[in-house]
Structure formats: C-alpha cells, structure tokens
C-alpha cells in the first residue's frame, strides 16, 4: 500500500483554501449571507478504470465517499458549489485482481436549480491519497500513479426534505492515471447530502 502523505495534506489545504477564497466572494458580493450554505455528503460509488490497459472483463468497483460543501447563490436559480470529498475508487475483476485508489476530490460545480430538481456541471482536480493491489498479475501490475486526476462531472439530484437531498452523479476522467498508460478514472456515485446552516 502507497500512501501519499504529501497530496493528502496539499488537498487539505487547497480545499480549506478554496472554501475560504469563495467564502470570502460571496459575503463581498449583493447578496451575502442569504445564498451562502454549508453541508456534509456521503454515498456510495461505482467505479472503474477505462483504457487499453485497464484489467481484462473488469466491473465497477464498490466504493464510497464523504465530505464537505460550500453552495453560494449566483443567481435565482444558479449556485456555485465547491467540495471537498474523500473517495474510494479503482477497478475489480474477477480473474485479475482489484485496485483500490482512493483521491481526495474537489469538484467545482455549476447547479441550476428549478424547485426541488437541480442539475449539475463542473470539473474535478483529485488527489491521490492511497494505491493499493490484491491479487493482481504481475504482468497487469500498474506503477508510478500519477498524482493529480482531472475529471469532468455532471449530475441530478432533488431535494427529499427541508436540507436533504438525493444525487447522482458521474464522473469522467480526462486524464491518464498512470504514466505511460492508458487509464482513465470513470465513477458513478449515488449519495445523500444534508445543509447544515
């Protein structure tokens, strides 16, 4: 097991930071403390590696995710929602093994918000924490993991009752995982979330 100390604390720090920077904008802006909300998330994820070197006749792999969001109200029906979130990621197969990378993420979403449905859009810097393999070959061993992922998200959600809400989202990656391999990260996530203040 690989664990990367040095982008665990960078990720915490970026996040902190990011969450502050926009904290900041928002109570600068017309409408300050009103549009302004916090909360916590966690779900589960389906994840998988894509590319001509991910392992042969793999499924998505069972994972899950927690974290921490800022939503900051744009307009009307816009909001601008920063989070921070660690999630469990990778791929399994039945023959060759499983990976289990787990990322701190920090998405930056766009929401359009109409009553109770939103949608979402925005991309994704991922840190990776951990990299782990179990009973993978040799040969289909993967080395040298990169340490940034970049993704691009798109999402639903409504909200179930006053501060809670469903979502699903998916996330596709933009770039190789692993240098000089053709690997991309690709996650499904089913969650809930629930507004703190």
């Known amino acids: 097991m690989k664990i990367h100390i040095a982008s665990l604390l960078k990720a915490v720090g970026l996040g902190c930071c990011l969450l502050w920077a926009l904290q900041g904008l928002a109570q600068g802006s017309s409408e300050p403390a009103d549009g302004t ?3 916590v ?22 994972g899950y995710s927690f974290g921490a969001y800022a939503s900051f109200k744009l307009s009307k ?33 766009l929401k359009w918000v109409e009553g109770r449905f939103y949608s979402e859009l925005g991309p994704q810097l991922g840190l990776l924490t951990v990299s782990t393999a179990k009973s993978v070959p040799e040969a289909l061993q993967l080395e040298g993991f990169e340490t940034f ?46 507004r703190i203040f």
Do not use: H
């Not at 023959?95 to 998405?107: D, F, L, M, T």
């Open 37 to 39: 909300q916090y909360g």
């Open 41 to 62: 998330k966690a779900g589960a994820n389906f994840a998988e590696l894509w590319g001509d070197d991910a392992l042969p006749e793999s499924d998505r792999k069972v």
């Open 149 to 194: 992922d970049f993704s691009l998200n798109a999402g639903i959600g409504y909200e179930v009752a006053e501060g809670w809400s469903i979502g699903a989202r998916y996330c596709q990656g933009l770039t190789n995982i692993v240098t000089g391999r053709d690997l991309r990260n690709s996650v499904i996530y089913l969650g809930l979330s629930y």
């Open 77 to 109: 029906a816009v909001k601008l929602q920063p989070e921070v979130i660690w999630s469990l990621q990778g791929e399994g197969s039945k023959e060759s093994g499983r990976y289990k990378i787990s990322y701190i993420n920090i998405p930056v979403m």
